[in-house]
């Protein structure tokens, strides 16, 4: 007897309503960051491009990465029109979980992804939150692999009229856990050039453009301490939907 499942149907599409106000906030600590600069300029190009409301804070102290997102929820919360989208971009450096201030103290990433979930931000409930973070996430280098298979886990349920708090989120992050990230001290970080090349120049599902991404850092070397290695971003999803920016 034939099995129900040897007949797979595709997925419905279903796309998050990018109708409303999208809004975007940069945090970056530049001090002892040589490039940062060039990548504050290159999200600056990215943001206008999408049709961001963007503000961008240079060397927040840890504190003021909490106070900013702070300020940053409760300016979404008072928006007079809908709100589509927000974008939090994090830069400086870091340890796994954690991100330094310019006063050289620790925020926990964990703290500042929770201003805006589904709990404490009612304008963002269900609404697409996406964060990228350009930080070190430990000490490892990676000199890189022989090629080997992919592997994809997909997770699914069913729709309940409650929505979990902490669904419709995004995070990027510029390494995976552990590693070192890397930066140019003339040209900014290949991560956040290469993402706002691809976000900019292509268009389809924030998926497929991290998935390009993605592609584009595996086949890119870095020169560090004169040897050869490699860095690739990681993304974290509870996405439900497809998020076209373009």
Sequence with gaps: MESEMSNPQPLEEEKYDMSGSRLSLT????????GSEEDMDALKRMFHHLKFESTMKSNPT??????????????IDDWEEPVSCAFVVLMA?????????????????????????????????????????????GEHRDLGEEMGGDQVAMIR?????TIPT?????????????????RHEDNGSGFIQTLTDVFINKRGPITELLEEVTRRMADTEVI????????????QSTLRKQLILQ
Excluded: W
Excluded at 94 to 119: C, P, Q, S, Y
Excluded at 166 to 182: A, K, P, Q, R, W
Excluded at 224 to 235: A, D, I, L, S
């Design 166 to 182: 902490y669904t419709d989120t995004m995070h990027i992050y510029s390494t995976v856990e552990g590693h070192l990230s890397y």
């Design 157 to 161: 349920k069913n729709h309940p009229q």
């Design 27 to 34: 945090l970056c600590v530049t001090k002892a960051r040589k």
């Design 62 to 75: 840890a504190e003021q990465f909490l106070e900013e997102l702070d300020k940053f929820q409760q300016t």
């Design 224 to 235: 560090q301490e004169g040897k050869p290695r490699k860095v690739n971003p990681e993304v």
């Design 93 to 137: 450096h870091g340890e796994e979980g954690l991100l330094e201030g310019e006063d050289e103290k620790m925020v926990r990433l964990e703290d500042l992804f929770e201003v805006l979930n589904n709990k404490n931000c009612k304008a963002l409930r269900g609404k697409p939150k996406v964060y990228i973070i350009q930080a070190c996430r």
